[in-house]
C-alpha cells in the first residue's frame, strides 16, 4: 500500500539547497580525502569511502575532483587535522536537529553553529538531547515505473533488508548500517539504480510543521548546510508539501 514517504520529503528539499549552495563538491571532496586516509583507497574494503563516492556519483561530481581527493587521502597530509563532531539542538517549534561537522578548529565550529541556531530561531542543545530520536540507517529508494512491489520485497527478502516500503514515489528498503552493502550488492546485480543510496539518520518519528514553520526550519537548515564545517544535517520536521 503506498504512503507518504518522509524520506523522499527530506531529501527533496535538501537536494535543492545542495544544488543552490554549489558547495557540495568541496565537502564531498573533504570526505573522501578523510575516509582513504582512515581506510585506504579501495572501496570494496573501505565501507565509508564507498558510501561517499556514491554520493560523489549522485552528484555529478566531476572524476578528476575524486581523483585529487583520493591523492590527498594517500598523500596522508591534507586534512590530517581535521575531526568529526555532531551537534545536536532544536529549530523553530522545538524541531529536532541533528548536524554532523568536519573540521580543523572545534572551537570556531562550536561558536559558528551556536550562532546559526540563535539566528534562525532554535537552541544548541547539550550532546544526546536529540540524538535518541535518530537511528543510523541504511536507506535505498528506487523510482521505477516497471518495477512491481513483489519485485523489491523479494530483493529485500533476499537481502535481509530491515524494512520495506512501497510510497508515493516508488520504494523503500531501509537497512541497519551493516546490511547496507548485501542490498547494494542485490540491486547493482538486477541492474537497479536507486536515486538514493546511503548510510544517514533517521527520525523514529516525524513531527508536523505548517507552512510558517517549515519556512523557519528550512531556513535554519539551509544556514547550517551553508557552513563550510558541515557536512550533514537532519531533522524530524515533516514538511507540508507545498512548502
Given at each position: 500500500m503506498s504512503g507518504h514517504s518522509k524520506w523522499a520529503n527530506i531529501k527533496h528539499k535538501k537536494g535543492k539547497m545542495d544544488a543552490a549552495r554549489g558547495k557540495i563538491a568541496t565537502k564531498l571532496g573533504r570526505?573522501?580525502?578523510?575516509?582513504?586516509?582512515?581506510g585506504g583507497s579501495d572501496p570494496t574494503g573501505n565501507m565509508r569511502l564507498k558510501l561517499v563516492l556514491a554520493k560523489?556519483?549522485?552528484?555529478?561530481?566531476?572524476?578528476?575532483?575524486?581523483q585529487r581527493a583520493i591523492q590527498k587521502g594517500l598523500g596522508g597530509t591534507d586534512g590530517a587535522n581535521y575531526e568529526e563532531l555532531t551537534?545536536?539542538?532544536?529549530?523553530?517549534?522545538?524541531?529536532?536537529?541533528?548536524?554532523?561537522?568536519?573540521?580543523?578548529?572545534?572551537?570556531?565550529a562550536a561558536a559558528e553553529i551556536r550562532h546559526l541556531f540563535s539566528k534562525y530561531g532554535g537552541n544548541l542543545?547539550?550532546?544526546g538531547c536529540v540524538g535518541w530520536m535518530f537511528q543510523k540507517k541504511g536507506m535505498f529508494v528506487i523510482e521505477s515505473d516497471t518495477l512491481t512491489e513483489d519485485d523489491i520485497m523479494e530483493?529485500?527478502?533476499?537481502?535481509?533488508?530491515?524494512?520495506?516500503?512501497?510510497?508515493?514515489d516508488g520504494f523503500e528498503?531501509?537497512?541497519?548500517?551493516?546490511?547496507?552493502?548485501?542490498?547494494d550488492q542485490i540491486l547493482s546485480e538486477r541492474g537497479i539504480q536507486p536515486s538514493v543510496s546511503e548510510v544517514t539518520m533517521l527520525p523514529d518519528t516525524m513531527m508536523e510543521v505548517d507552512a510558517s514553520v517549515a519556512d523557519k526550519v528550512m531556513k535554519l537548515i539551509e544556514a547550517l548546510e551553508d557552513n563550510d564545517d558541515v557536512q550533514d544535517v537532519y531533522t524530524n520536521a515533516d514538511f507540508p508539501e507545498e512548502n
Open positions: 570526505e573522501i580525502t578523510i575516509a582513504v586516509r582512515m560523489a556519483k549522485a552528484n555529478n561530481i566531476p572524476k578528476d575532483n575524486i551537534y545536536e539542538g532544536y529549530g523553530p517549534s522545538g524541531v529536532a536537529v541533528m548536524v554532523n561537522v568536519m573540521t580543523d578548529n572545534r572551537n570556531r542543545g547539550e550532546t530483493i529485500a527478502l533476499e537481502a535481509d533488508a530491515e524494512g520495506f516500503e512501497a510510497t508515493d528498503i531501509t537497512t541497519t548500517p551493516e546490511g547496507f552493502d548485501a542490498v
